[in-house]
């Protein structure tokens, strides 16, 4: 169901859930960064924290017989994402309805449903491509095998995480998956098929590449597990409200959520630049 429904009385309780539907569906598979977040909800906070825990030091040293261990302190951190307004609304008015046969409304909808996640994804996309850890791709304007070798490497040689498929991530834009689309492995041929995302177009050099034409060109985001994370205070959804005139003409539907996303761990992240 919406989220802000302000017109019982003058709409249909079923053309209400239907709307909110149209919204839902017509954005399925447009927002492919929350498949990779750390998502925490905190309904009507202000700000949301995420704790990051540093990892102990090694133990080198052999115990002593008869002798108990010291404890060792725990260090953790905390990055604080504060969760900012986001939405947007269109107005279809009851003679573009009437004029085509209803479609207007449920243009209306797909057509806010489609916004709300590909402006998730792209809110997400953005904090991630501020990440600090930049290096040049080895031919300007080419993505190239070399380049993705060289960020696994990196992030293999800081020992951050996979994700549970046992691969990174890395996020293109169609024109980067081209320069790679003969040497990658075709998802459907990847053993793991069930882990499978959408956008995922293949495997290679230890990343899992999603092909997202949201993409920044030029840059190609590589990252791990516990990278970005996502601070909801209200879960952006489906809005329907007024009418507002004298007449009952016009009923805005629109998308509204409190939300934000940011970096977790930066050394979790590798930019390739230039590709």
């Keep these: 169901m919406a989220n802000v429904v302000t017109t019982a009385a003058t709409l249909d309780d079923s053309l209400i859930t239907l709307i ?15 498949n ?10 202000k700000s949301i924290d995420f704790t ?24 953790d951190a905390s990055v604080t994402l504060t969760p900012k307004e986001y939405g947007r609304v269109v107005t279809p008015t009851k003679l573009a309805n009437l004029q085509t046969g209803g479609k207007a409304d449920r243009a209306g909808a797909k057509l806010v449903g489609i ?23 080895g031919t300007s304007g080419t993505l190239a095998v070399t380049d993705l070798r060289g960020a696994y490497e990196r ?30 492995i075709d998802i459907a041929k990847y053993t ?9 177009v293949g495997v290679l050099e230890g990343f899992m590449i999603v092909q997202d034409p949201q993409v920044t060109a ?3 985001s590589c990252f791990g597990m516990g ?17 507002f005139d004298k007449l009952g003409r016009m009923v805005n539907l629109g998308w509204y959520g409190v939300v934000e996303y940011g970096i977790i761990d930066d050394n979790a992240i590798e930019i390739i630049t230039g590709a």
């Design 20 to 34: 909110d539907q149209e919204v839902m569906v017509s954005g399925v598979g447009r927002n492919r960064i929350d």
């Design 36 to 45: 990779f977040v750390e998502t925490k909800v905190n309904i009507g906070a």
């Design 52 to 75: 990051i825990y540093s990892k102990l030091d090694l133990a080198t040293t052999a115990l002593t017989d008869g002798t108990d261990v010291d404890a060792v302190a725990m260090a």
């Design 115 to 137: 916004n709300l996640q590909e402006t998730m994804n792209k809110l997400g996309l953005n904090a991630l491509e501020a990440g600090t850890n930049t290096t040049a791709a």
């Design 155 to 184: 992030l293999a040689t800081a020992n951050i995480p996979t994700f549970v498929n046992g691969l990174y991530v890395a996020f293109l834009n169609p024109a980067q998956v081209t320069d790679i689309k003969d040497d990658f």
């Design 192 to 200: 793991n098929l069930g882990e499978a995302v959408s956008g995922a």
């Design 218 to 220: 030029g840059k190609v």
């Design 227 to 243: 990278a970005l994370g996502k601070a909801v205070s209200m879960e952006a959804g489906t809005t329907i409200t007024g009418p």
